[in-house]
Nanobody, 121 residues
Framework: QVQLVESGGGLVQPGGSLKLSCAASGSIFSIDNMGWYRQAPGKQREFIAVITSGGHTNSVDSVKGRFTISRDNAMNTVHLQMNSLKPDDTAIYYC???????????????WGQGTQVTVSS
């Protein structure tokens, strides 16, 4: 079984920082893109950032210059460093990855369980 487990969420004051991590585990042959999404109360889940297996990144305009995505291919982990946090960043943050499980013939889409980030004074 392949799973993604997030960590690092919590409560932080406006202007503060948090680092989210997501580890993929299980019978994994290969991992393609890894990324982060978030869902605020009453809103749809939105794309935040993605990083390819080769290290190329892309992110939504609202977090450019504040959030940085990175990954450790040897550890099958992806991180999201979040700086200059704003109350509007409050949401449940979800890890996403395209993973080729051992024994499969293609990449499948996997999601973590989500971690709460609350930005409030």
């Amino acid at each position: 079984q392949v799973q993604l487990v997030e960590s690092g969420g919590g409560l932080v004051q406006p202007g503060g920082s948090l680092k989210l991590s997501c580890a993929a585990s299980g019978s994994i042959f290969s991992i393609d893109n890894m990324g982060w999404y978030r869902q605020a109360p009453g809103k749809q889940r939105e794309f935040i950032a993605v990083i390819t297996s080769g290290g190329h990144t892309n992110s939504v305009d609202s977090v450019k210059g504040r959030f940085t995505i990175s990954r450790d291919n040897a550890m099958n982990t992806v991180h999201l460093q979040m700086n200059s946090l704003k109350p509007d960043d409050t949401a449940i943050y979800y890890c996403n990855a395209q993973i080729w499980p051992i024994g499969s013939h293609h990449f499948d889409d996997y999601w973590g369980q989500g971690t709460q980030v609350t930005v409030s004074s």
